[in-house]
């Protein structure tokens, strides 16, 4: 018999038609549109969610009028990013929800379900420090328990009134993205003031009959890595600003063409409300008088306001930007940032002091103002008293904050300060590390079985003492004591007792006395003990080895360091080996530790360091891993103590 030989490209084609899918009647279904398999392979590497899709459309349909739709679906593939189930919509009487849908969908893209109305709760935005308020929150909940699982969510909101316009991110996470689409609708003849933080990207405009969209996107965007990018998605996003040009909220019509502009509209809101009481007239004549220096005149207003006042939110329409008139404050004792402002001002005035409310954005990490795009980014007011030397700055909203004192939420930023008629660019102060300190004096009694009992005082100022204060100011005793054992963090430690001063008055600096028993604190070791000088500031942190950092690491604030400890040694002891002195210099902070002998008797510790920078360059990362992993090195070096032969 001839045998036939089949080359493989014949095999393989008759194969194809023997078993054709659709010559047996079947068709292969198609991929719906959330199925994970039409995730491409490159956003899936590492994924732990990806955003499928965020569609955003913004239609502009007056000076007052505008309707915002948006389209947003992830895919989850960990229990840890269940959190993009959960959307949170805030409301109010110039904001509403005009629509808000769901649906879950399983790893082949099929629905599971729709949102239901229980999984909506709706509730008052008021909060216990908020006196008026008239915003709500509508919150949607929908989770899966078999991963991966898509949710979507679409909603509508209109617009009845406004000066916030929507920013648009190309990533606003570390996620990676699939497809993300920002169109903006204007009448035709109107032009979108706009601004994008990369110059070479520009929107696509498209002409739609009476009107025209300004379209951006971005898609197929892969997974970032945090030791990367840093934890502020600006520094590698595409960002997209859009503001009006003249806007109207509740009858008052404004125009931010400029910083001025803007400026005047707020100026407007104050007119007529910085009035004071009789009462209040009186007040300010018996305090201050022609001894007084202004600096002196300030101090005594500003601790008149911060004993008489407490602070309250107000987000009511319009009052979330007009304030409470100052014979309102007065005569209540209570108001938001913007009325508590606005009477510190109308008292210095009084006193015969010029002072200017100024719109701030508080913060670890402000958008700066950019000077040809003005656009509301304000959320705080504060106080400027131009001084002939230097201004001094108020928070108001603090009744125990310093004169003077503004701390890390609102220093070294720019700001808008607002007079009669007009708003200027200002720059907030910045705090020195010299102005934010911690400084440890322990005296530490070591014993032969390696244990110890220790005194310490620990003082704080500045940004620091903000911290503490923040922490422990209204904590209990039982957290007060969880607190400053976590702090000292060394193991077995028994706090025996302690005293905190400062924390119930106004003050620059907090001050904490502690006594503790350290059953372990040493080692033993035959006829040595073995001893980590450094008991108080111990670095445990190595920033992270990338081979490039694209955003730089940033500071909430310049602070120093410095620790004494002094030591002494048991009896029969005598020191065998002390660590190494350090010193380190780099381009944004120092170091320096040393450890000395004081005879057969006692040994002192000293650490300095002094990070005077807010902010290390991206291209500064290597420095700045190198100058913290040489400062965790010498935190880690020991004493030997031997016995005496």
Request: aromatic share 12%.
């Amino acid at each position: 018999m001839k045998r036939t030989i089949m080359t493989l490209p014949a095999a393989l084609t008759l194969m194809a038609i023997l078993f054709n899918e659709n010559s047996l009647g079947f068709e292969r279904p198609e991929q719906k549109e959330y199925s994970v398999e039409k995730i491409p392979a490159d956003l899936l590497n590492g994924a732990d969610a990806v955003v499928r899709k965020r569609l955003v459309r913004f239609e502009v349909k007056s000076e007052r009028r505008a309707i915002e739709k948006v389209t947003f679906a992830v895919t989850i593939f960990r229990r840890d990013e269940r959190h993009y189930g959960r959307l949170a919509l805030w409301y109010d009487k110039l904001r509403d929800i005009e629509d808000l849908d769901g649906k879950l969908y399983d790893v082949d893209g099929n629905e599971i379900r729709s949102l239901d109305k229980d999984d909506i709760k709706d509730f008052s935005d008021f909060e216990e420090y908020s006196l008026y308020a008239d915003s709500r929150n509508r919150v949607a909940e929908m989770f899966y328990d078999k991963y991966p699982y898509t949710v979507e969510y679409t909603y509508e909101l209109s617009f009845d009134g406004y000066i916030d316009w929507p920013s648009w991110y190309s990533q606003t996470s570390l996620d990676p993205v699939e497809k993300n689409r920002f169109e903006v609708v204007l009448p035709s003849e109107e032009t979108l003031r706009f601004w994008c933080n990369r110059d070479s990207i520009q929107p696509l405009i498209v002409p739609d009959g009476s009107k025209h969209m300004y379209v951006w996107e971005a898609d197929d965007l892969p997974k970032l890595s945090r030791d990367v990018y840093g934890d502020n998605i600006e520094d590698v996003a595409v960002v997209v600003h859009i503001a009006p040009t003249t806007f109207e909220l509740e009858g008052f019509q404004g125009d931010m063409r400029t910083w001025k502009d803007l400026g005047v509209w707020i100026a407007g809101l104050y007119n007529g409300r910085n009035e004071l009481p009789d009462a209040a007239v009186h007040d300010v004549e018996s305090l201050v008088g022609p001894q007084d220096s202004d600096r002196q005149k300030i101090e005594k207003l500003y601790r008149y306001m911060q004993a008489r006042t407490r602070y309250v939110s107000v987000e009511l329409g319009i009052g979330g930007w007009q304030p409470f008139d100052a014979k309102y404050v007065h005569d209540r004792g209570y108001g938001d940032c913007k009325a508590l402002s606005n009477y510190m001002v109308a008292l210095l005035r009084k006193a015969g002091i010029s002072a200017y409310p100024v719109c701030v954005e508080t913060g670890s990490d402000p958008d700066p103002l950019i000077p040809n795009f003005p656009r509301n980014q304000f959320d705080h007011v504060i106080v400027c008293v131009p001084q002939p030397h230097d201004s001094v700055w108020l928070e108001c909203t603090s009744s125990i904050t310093p004169m003077g004192h503004l701390g890390s939420a609102t220093e070294n930023r720019q700001a808008l300060l607002i007079t009669s008629d007009s708003g200027v660019v200002v720059e907030t102060p910045k705090s020195t590390s010299n102005m934010n300190t911690q400084t440890d004096l322990v005296y530490v009694k070591l014993f032969s079985d390696g244990s110890s009992i220790a005194g310490a005082t620990i003082s704080w100022t500045g940004d620091q003492q903000d911290y503490v204060r923040s922490e422990l100011e209204e904590a209990s005793p039982s957290d007060r004591n969880d607190w400053i054992i976590k702090s000292i963090n060394i193991p077995n430690l028994n706090l025996k007792n302690y005293t905190l001063e400062g924390i119930e008055t106004p003050g620059p600096s907090l001050t904490l006395r502690v006594s503790l028993t350290l059953p372990n604190y040493a080692s033993v070791s035959g006829n040595r003990i073995f001893v980590q000088p450094n008991m108080m500031e111990r670095s445990t942190y190595v920033p992270p080895n990338v081979e490039k950092r694209y955003s730089p690491v940033r500071f909430s604030y310049p602070y120093h360091d410095s620790d004494s400890i002094y030591f002494s040694i048991p009896a029969g002891y005598v020191t065998e080996a002390l660590p190494t002195e350090a010193t380190l210099e780099s381009s944004f902070a120092r170091f320096s530790s040393k450890t000395v002998s004081l005879g057969d008797t006692a040994l002192v510790f000293r650490r300095d360091l002094d990070v005077h920078s807010y902010m290390i360059p991206a291209e500064n990362y290597a420095e700045y891993r190198n100058f913290f992993s040489a400062v965790l090195k010498a935190d880690r070096a020991q004493v030997v103590l031997v016995r005496k032969k």
